[in-house]
């Protein structure tokens, strides 16, 4: 009858502490990750002479596994660097992104300005240009409205583009700034938006789609002009 030798137990414990630890390789690993056979194990292999032929084949079957199951440990420990390379968005998605966050930094600007006038002093004018703010407001909301619905999160093109985050620009301290910040940001914006229908890899639908925004942004320019002046 062949003693159960306590030899066959130092692998898997040795495996069990590399998965309880920090990724770094057990005593007894080569430089390569591989295993290196401790003096009990070559003395296990080399039990022919002492624990006969079934122990030599049983320690080489450890032996054989441990080396299997480390370098999947290994891979486990690199996480999600394993997966290579993050995707990176269709170039038209950037170009998409950009009109988005422009249009809805428009449309934060009328907010402001319409929230100072409301809560301003009143006076003759103040009406004729509420009503002009809220009427270009409609048309910025609509574009940005335009713009969102191609902007599709989690789709294959826009993927690893992450979330749209846009900054609120400086609330204006008077009317009169309000309308001078609408209308240098309404002359950016339209300039802006020329300049990519005709950057590379816009496809037409969306090349038509900025050229119309652009236009009309800049027809708001000479009316916030006329208001501001009133």
Do not use: K, N, W
Request: proline content about 9%.
């Amino acid at each position: 009858m062949v003693a159960h030798s306590p030899r066959r137990a130092v692998l898997p414990a040795r495996l069990r502490e590399f998965r309880a630890g920090s990724c770094a390789a057990p005593a007894g690993t080569g430089p390569s990750g591989g295993i290196r056979p401790s003096g009990d194990a070559v003395s296990g292999a080399a039990v022919t002479a002492s624990g006969g032929p079934a122990t030599a084949r049983l320690s080489r079957r450890i032996l054989l596994a441990g080396a299997a199951t480390l370098p999947l440990l290994a891979g486990g420990c690199r996480g999600t660097m394993a997966l290579g390379t993050p995707p990176q968005p269709a170039p038209d998605v950037g170009i998409l992104r950009a009109a988005t966050a422009t249009e809805q930094a428009l449309v934060m600007r009328y907010q402001d300005a319409l929230r100072l006038l409301h809560a301003a002093p009143a006076t003759g004018s103040e009406p004729a240009l509420s009503a002009i703010l809220a009427r270009l407001l409609a048309e910025h909301q609509q574009h940005l409205s335009q713009l969102r619905s191609r902007l599709i999160p989690g789709s294959p093109r826009a993927a690893g583009s992450g979330p749209l985050r846009v900054r609120r620009p400086a609330r204006p301290a008077t009317t009169g700034q309000a309308v001078t910040g609408l209308i240098s940001a309404e002359q950016a914006a339209s300039d802006q938006l020329l300049r990519q229908v005709t950057a590379p890899g816009v496809p037409a639908s969306l090349a038509q789609l900025l050229a119309s925004i652009s236009a009309s942004e800049a027809t708001h320019v000479p009316v916030l002009r006329r208001a501001g002046a009133a």
